[in-house]
């Protein structure tokens, strides 16, 4: 009977360190979505959505202060969006005018609805649009698909060319020559040259080859960059408009980081997830004398539900803790920026907090900041690697810089810096950018200096110099 009791003692200690695991990875809205149908669940449970509890800096801060000071980080974003403006720009560029959030095999379906087609031929479509991915593309081979569908291959490529007539253009590609040539409808010079590059010089374009481009077909740079322009225009990921019609994820922040009165303060954000509590009549009934199987059932949901409370408070608390750590050893970039990122660990955080090196791991997982620079994953504060600081620089550097070394992500946002203030019509080369790097006391290699740039997107020299137009078509 003792052993029983015991085994059930051990069992239900594991499950609680299970859960208690699981809500401190848990991000934001997956914590949200986690305590909902808890309360769904839990008959005890009451959740109170509409929220003005203090924050975990111990500071009282209220909903309305909350909401302010988000407005303030977003007022002084400017960095930020100009950091992410061409990216966004080039995805705002395609998303459809109306019904954002529609899926595209949704919209393609009530195209072919109202199309004057067979029974026969609606099936191969919706066969098709069915096989599309997110970004529009037929995924499976025609002729497989044709085999499935037991029609012929010609049949496949015929009901295939109605599919690319349907909105957006370019939708049923099979690889991106075939989606940007869908695209292509105009007859004019500029489309003709536009269509010859794609089909034969696609490689080249992507690599910014335009001289081997010009040369090869014989035309001036001037037409080049021209049709450059024209297929720059057009969408290489047709469907990326719309809704998956799975779970999207938006990014919220979990824990702010302020500037006010002249010091930073951490705010918790506990806004975004309901507030739960103990229902009073379901504590009353369990306080009663009923010993009885819907007394022991209620005692057990009771438990369950500030078991959960108590591992939300823990999370919040290990997070606060944490960012506290992150904010003492990257004062520099709260301060500065991007580029005044060093060396930090998630083993010397877990030290320094007396904590497993896991837990730490755990607590970063999913989690972001919000601060006066933009939104950022936690763990771009960590490093993955470090990079040694040469023997002539170190002087330069402050005594805290020379412990420390400097990140790999300080690195890179120092390439980034250089690449955004070189001449584009002459850029650096990665031994210019090496020997820059470690003028700013970043001793690199070339070749490490190419792995870091193909590493955050950015192409060799000759792919990022832009050309100059003596003359327009």
Same mark, same amino acid.
């Given at each position: 009977?003792?052993?029983?009791?015991?085994?059930?003692?051990?069992?239900?200690?594991?499950?609680?360190?299970?859960?208690?695991?699981?809500?401190?990875?848990?991000?934001?809205?997956?914590?949200?979505?986690?305590?909902?149908?808890?309360? !769904?669940?839990?008959?005890?449970?009451?959740?109170?959505?509409?929220? /003005?509890?203090?924050?975990?800096?111990?500071?009282?801060?209220?909903?309305?202060?909350?909401?302010?000071?988000?407005?303030?980080?977003?007022?002084?974003?400017?960095?930020? $969006?100009?950091?992410?403006?061409?990216?966004?720009?080039?995805?705002?560029?395609?998303?459809?005018?109306?019904?954002?959030?529609?899926?595209?095999?949704?919209?393609?379906?009530?195209?072919?609805?109202?199309?004057?087609?067979?029974?026969?031929?609606?099936?191969?479509?919706?066969?098709?649009?069915?096989?599309?991915?997110?970004?529009?593309?037929?995924?499976?081979?025609?002729?497989?698909?044709?085999?499935?569908?037991?029609?012929?291959?010609?049949? =496949?490529? $015929?009901?295939?060319?109605?599919?690319?007539?349907?909105?957006?253009?370019?939708?049923?590609?099979?690889?991106?020559?075939?989606?940007?040539?869908?695209?292509?409808?105009?007859?004019?010079?500029?489309?003709?040259?536009?269509?010859?590059?794609?089909?034969?010089?696609?490689?080249?374009?992507?690599?910014?080859?335009?001289?081997?481009?010009?040369?090869?077909?014989?035309?001036?740079?001037?037409?080049?960059?021209?049709?450059?322009?024209?297929?720059?225009?057009?969408?290489? $990921?047709? =469907?990326?408009?719309?809704?998956?019609?799975?779970?999207?994820?938006?990014?919220?922040?979990?824990?702010?980081?302020?500037?006010?009165?002249?010091?930073?303060?951490?705010?918790?954000?506990?806004?975004?997830?309901?507030?739960?509590?103990?229902?009073?009549?379901?504590?009353?009934?369990?306080?009663?004398?009923?010993?009885?199987?819907?007394? %022991?059932?209620?005692?057990?949901?009771?438990?369950?539900?500030?078991?959960?409370?108590?591992?939300?408070?823990?999370?919040?608390?290990?997070?606060?803790?944490?960012?506290?750590?992150?904010?003492?050893?990257?004062?520099?970039?709260?301060?500065? %920026?991007?580029?005044?990122?060093?060396?930090?660990?998630?083993?010397?955080?877990?030290?320094?907090? %007396?904590?497993?090196?896991?837990?730490? /791991?755990?607590?970063?997982?999913?989690?972001?900041?919000?601060?006066?620079?933009?939104? &950022?994953?936690?763990?771009? &504060?960590?490093?993955?690697?470090?990079?040694?600081?040469?023997?002539?620089?170190?002087?330069?550097?402050?005594?805290?810089?020379?412990?420390?070394?400097?990140?790999?992500?300080?690195?890179?946002?120092? #390439?980034?810096?250089?690449?955004?203030?070189?001449?584009?019509?002459?850029?650096? /080369?990665?031994? #210019? !950018?090496?020997?820059?790097?470690?003028?700013? *006391?970043?001793? #690199?290699?070339?070749?490490?200096?190419?792995?870091? $740039?193909?590493?955050?997107?950015?192409?060799?020299?000759? *792919?990022?110099?832009? &050309?100059?137009?003596?003359?327009?078509?």
């Amino acid at each position: 009977m003792e052993l029983r009791q015991e085994q059930k003692l051990k069992q239900t200690l594991s499950q609680n360190m299970l859960q208690s695991t699981e809500i401190l990875q848990m991000g934001q809205l997956e914590l949200k979505e986690y305590l909902e149908d808890l309360a !769904l669940e839990n008959p005890v449970v009451d959740m109170d959505e509409m929220r /003005s509890e203090k924050s975990s800096d111990d500071k009282g801060e209220s909903n309305e202060d909350f909401i302010r000071r988000l407005e303030e980080l977003q007022s002084v974003d400017a960095q930020n $969006r100009q950091y992410y403006q061409d990216e966004q720009d080039e995805a705002s560029r395609f998303e459809p005018a109306e019904r954002p959030g529609m899926d595209l095999r949704d919209a393609l379906m009530e195209q072919i609805l109202f199309m004057k087609i067979s029974k026969e031929e609606f099936r191969i479509l919706e066969y098709m649009i069915l096989n599309l991915d997110d970004n529009g593309y037929l995924t499976e081979d025609l002729p497989l698909l044709c085999k499935e569908l037991k029609i012929s291959e010609e049949d =496949g490529e $015929r009901m295939l060319k109605v599919l690319w007539k349907l909105e957006p253009k370019g939708t049923g590609a099979r690889n991106l020559r075939e989606c940007l040539l869908i695209q292509l409808e105009g007859g004019s010079e500029v489309d003709e040259l536009a269509r010859r590059i794609i089909e034969d010089y696609l490689e080249e374009l992507g690599r910014n080859r335009m001289e081997i481009i010009a040369r090869k077909l014989k035309c001036s740079m001037d037409q080049v960059l021209t049709a450059s322009d024209r297929i720059r225009m057009l969408n290489p $990921r047709p =469907g990326s408009g719309f809704g998956s019609g799975k779970y999207q994820k938006y990014l919220v922040p979990d824990v702010l980081v302020v500037k006010a009165e002249g010091r930073f303060q951490i705010i918790i954000n506990d806004e975004t997830y309901p507030q739960l509590s103990i229902n009073p009549y379901y504590l009353t009934l369990m306080k009663g004398e009923d010993s009885g199987e819907a007394a %022991g059932y209620i005692k057990n949901k009771v438990k369950q539900a500030e078991w959960v409370c108590h591992c939300v408070e823990q999370r919040n608390r290990t997070l606060y803790l944490l960012v506290q750590e992150i904010l003492k050893a990257q004062i520099a970039f709260f301060e500065g %920026g991007r580029g005044k990122l060093t060396a930090l660990t998630q083993r010397s955080v877990a030290e320094k907090l %007396g904590m497993n090196e896991s837990t730490i /791991s755990r607590a970063v997982r999913e989690k972001y900041l919000q601060c006066q620079w933009g939104l &950022f994953p936690l763990q771009f &504060f960590f490093s993955r690697g470090s990079i040694q600081t040469c023997p002539a620089a170190e002087a330069k550097n402050s005594p805290s810089e020379k412990a420390g070394g400097a990140g790999a992500e300080a690195v890179k946002e120092q #390439i980034r810096i250089l690449v955004a203030g070189e001449d584009k019509k002459k850029p650096y /080369s990665d031994r #210019i !950018l090496a020997e820059k790097l470690g003028e700013a *006391g970043f001793s #690199i290699s070339r070749r490490t200096v190419a792995k870091y $740039r193909e590493a955050i997107g950015i192409a060799d020299a000759s *792919g990022r110099k832009v &050309f100059e137009r003596k003359n327009t078509l």
